[in-house]
Every structure is written in C-alpha cells, then in structure tokens.
C-alpha cells in the first residue's frame, strides 16, 4: 500500500491520501486527545505528542502539528500509523461513537431566525457545493454555523484551521462567492 502525500497551504498541516475512501460521507475532526477516543486511529495519531488536529475527509486524512514541530520528524511516525491502521483493516470508529459530525452542536448564540430559512438553505447549498469541495482539496473543511443580521458564520477545520491564508480564503474568497450569489449576506466570520 501506498500512501500519497499533499502539502496544503498551512505549512502546519500534511494531506495523508490513503487511495481508498476514509469516511463514506461527511467529515469528522478532532482538536484534542479526549475528542480522539471515538477513534483509534485518531488516538494513535494523537499518542505522537506533537499531534494538535485530525481531519478525516471522504478520501483523506488531513494532520496538523504544534507550532516548533518539524514535519521531518513527525511525517515518517504518521506514515506508519496511517499504514497500519488501512493495511489491517482496522475500524475508523470505536463501536457506538459518534461518527460524522458535519455540523458543531448546537450553540444558542448561532441560532438562525426562522424567518432567514430561504436565505440559510441558499447559503447552506453554496457552502455543500461549492466551498466544502473545494477546501477539501486543501485538506480542510468549513462547516455552516449560523446566519444574523446578515453574517454567516463559519468554522474553519483541518488544514483550514490556523492557515496564514484562511482570512484571505473567508474573505476575499467564501465572502465574495456567497454574497455574489446571496445579496442578504454582508459578511462571513470565522466562528
């Protein structure tokens, strides 16, 4: 087996293509060991110590490394995991964990007016068709949060999160793409 190797524009973070699908459908990320434990591939990546991100998209696994870490280092110890856990066939999941979670749970904060259901369903279609795709080929994801008073709110994932170029990507790329497309939006914030 062989597993090809991506750069993506966070230098924090490697793309990891195992050649064959990860997850089915959705995306699940972790940002910490205590959220790894649905996974036990996640918990080996995190048992590196240098670990700080996990993002298993549909054909990928994106990683990212805390700040001083060298990927020289760490690269050849994620390989091996990777391979390891894809040669044996073992399970993405522990049995009953939680398995894709596309959408955060529910904050109070971003609950969407149910008068804005057209406009949340519009810019909702776009983030599916057009972003998620798109960020996925940078190793990442970006997942809807809510919409008020003409904000979207997003949450930035994997390769996403952190990168030097994510404010320039929800900018001047997601913010303009939605608006375009969507005139009640007058900004996309990270959330």
């Known amino acids: 087996m062989f597993i090809e190797t991506e750069t993506t524009p966070n230098p924090a973070t490697l793309k990891f ?3 064959e699908l990860v997850m089915a459908s959705g995306t699940r990320a972790f940002t910490s060991p205590e959220e790894a434990e649905a996974s036990p591939l996640a918990q080996a990546l995190f048992s590196l110590g240098d670990v700080t991100e996990i993002l298993f998209g549909r054909d990928f696994v994106s990683v990212t490394i805390a700040p001083g870490a060298q990927w020289s280092d760490a690269k050849p110890q994620v390989l091996a995991i990777l391979l390891d856990h894809f040669v044996s066939q073992a399970p993405l999941f522990a049995a ?8 955060p749970a529910e904050d109070e904060d971003f609950a969407d007016d149910p008068a804005d259901a057209e406009i949340v369903e519009q810019i909702k279609d776009l983030i599916e068709t057009r972003v998620r795709p798109a960020v996925a080929n940078d190793g990442g994801d970006i997942v809807y949060r809510g919409f008020r008073d003409g904000v979207v ?3 930035m ?23 375009h497309y969507v005139p009640e939006v007058n900004e996309v914030r990270a959330a």
């Open 157 to 179: 994932q994997g390769a996403c999160s952190g990168c030097p170029s994510s404010t320039a990507t929800l900018k001047n790329g997601i913010e303009s793409l939605i608006r």
């Open 153 to 155: 709110y997003l949450k």
């Open 17 to 19: 293509l195992p050649g």
């Open 96 to 103: 009953g964990s939680a398995q894709n979670i596309v959408v």
